[in-house]
């Protein structure tokens, strides 16, 4: 493992590498800082012009991997200045961030967070650098019966833990699946859902999709909302911003736990930061709040979601490097950034393509230095970037869209499609739907369906083949739990409800 590290830091530390680490860990703060914009628009936007311009698999990895970690980072600023989440991960930022703001703390909260996340991430680093190889080494072993388990896996943890509703998890994860059978079957020749259109034989590009459905809908959001108040905001005065030593070892309790909780959670697919900050705020204030004091400015409610989403974010590339399933909405962004080098993410990269693993592993160390020490000096630079006023900011996002699509299509097709999917996600966002379910189901819908066909072809056509082997047996009991347990949980707490007490309060003990 240590060689694999040496290597990969052998090519995150040249130049044109090192220069892109700190590129993306500048541009993912500022997309983060931007109410709305988050880390999967930042890499839609970007991941074209990326692959146009001629850039390696493990440098165009590295910048976009470095825009994810730097918008985990970014989206505290409007959480704690503005009380608007700058994206989903930052939700829980919110309760104790911005009470800190408006009792004049505004600067220690915004450094004690970036404190946070570089605690949060290295945890979640260190256990992607000792775990990954490992389970890259037990995923060999895996087949297409055991892929395609896993892929249900994905889908029952998915729709149990992304989102306040589960219904709309999976019927967005459903229409991912069906988007992502456009084109022709490569088993049949049969052609699917082309309505005699030869621009969908190939199916829906993934470029074309990811960049209508998240940043064509959020431009959509943005002139909806372009007269909002927190648009063109005041932000507080921040005051210092660097925090004492007493105050990082008064949240050190609260940043390891946390961090410990977010890279688990991380790891499961399918789940993500929204996930593991909701789970580490909860966990700390049962064990730490005897005062009362969270959601009033309790600096470690501050800090235990700040850590936790920043070591999802980290432990979500343990899924999409060692199975070739994506962690998070995000990742799956990533995962199909990897296939439009022709590069097969799974256990097999390891050996195959170690630069490519090494050098993005190697390069989110150097990231999460960079990043520190960027938003502790320069957080009232970043909190500038929440005056951008909207007719400012949705032209120029809406520029680089329009010419990532074209330069990697050079067809006005792809153009007219972008915007049909666009239109789609802002109806989809309208009504209460996630757009993370939707690209997860796009990802995974083919991966499963792939896998199902080839268990089959090797079983000729027996279906036990699919719950055979003890691990996708395993699988497919833990998809059922992850189903039936949400259902069963509210039954068995109402048949242990003590008399004179609350189903309400029980569900909360």
Known sequence: MFDFLIQGFGVALSPLNLGLAFLGALLGTLFGALPGIGPINGIAI????????????????????????????????????????????????????????????????????????????????????????????????????????????????????????????????????????????????????????????????????????FAISEILLMLEHANRKDADGDIPPLGRVFISLKEVLYCKGAMLRSGLIGFIIGVLPGTGASVAGAVSYTTEKRLSDKEGTFGTGDMRGLAAPEAANNAAAAGSFVPMLTLGIPGSGTTAVLLGALMLYNITPGPMMFSERPEVAGGLIASLYIGNLVLLALNLPLAGVFA???????????????????????????????????????????????????????????????????????????????VEILWRSGISLGLWIAAAALLILPWLLPKLLSKLQPSGKPLEQVEDD
């Open 384 to 462: 500038r970037v929440l005056t951008i006023p909207r007719w400012v900011l949705v032209p120029g996002i809406a520029i680089l869209a329009f010419v990532g699509v074209y330069q990697l299509h050079s067809d006005l097709t792809a153009i007219y499609l972008m915007l049909i999917i666009g239109v789609f996600g802002y109806l989809l966002r309208k009504l209460g739907f996630s757009l993370a379910p939707v690209i997860l189901g796009y990802v995974l819908g083919g991966l499963m369906e792939q896998n199902l066909r080839r268990a089959l072809s090797i079983s000729g056509g027996d």
């Open 46 to 213: 970007l991941m074209p012009l990326a692959y146009t311009l001629g850039l390696p698999a493990e440098s165009a990895l590295i910048l976009l991997a470095g825009i994810y970690t730097g918008a985990e980072y970014g989206g505290r600023m409007s959480s704690i200045l503005l009380n608007v989440p700058g994206d989903a991960g930052a939700v829980m930022t919110t309760l104790d961030g911005h009470p800190l703001a408006k009792k004049g703390l505004a600067g220690p909260a915004l450094g004690l967070s970036a404190v946070s996340s570089f605690v949060g991430a290295t945890i979640a680093i260190l256990g992607l650098t000792l775990f990954a190889p490992l389970l890259a080494e037990v995923a060999v072993m895996f087949g297409p019966a055991e892929f395609f388990a896993l892929m249900v896996f994905a889908f029952a943890s998915m729709s149990v833990m992304m989102g306040k509703d589960p219904t709309k998890t999976a019927i967005g994860a459903v229409l991912g699946v069906l988007i992502g059978t456009v084109g022709i079957d490569s088993g049949t020749g049969v052609l699917r859902y082309t309505f005699g259109m030869p621009e969908l034989y190939d199916g829906i590009d993934f470029v074309v999709m990811i960049i209508g459905l």
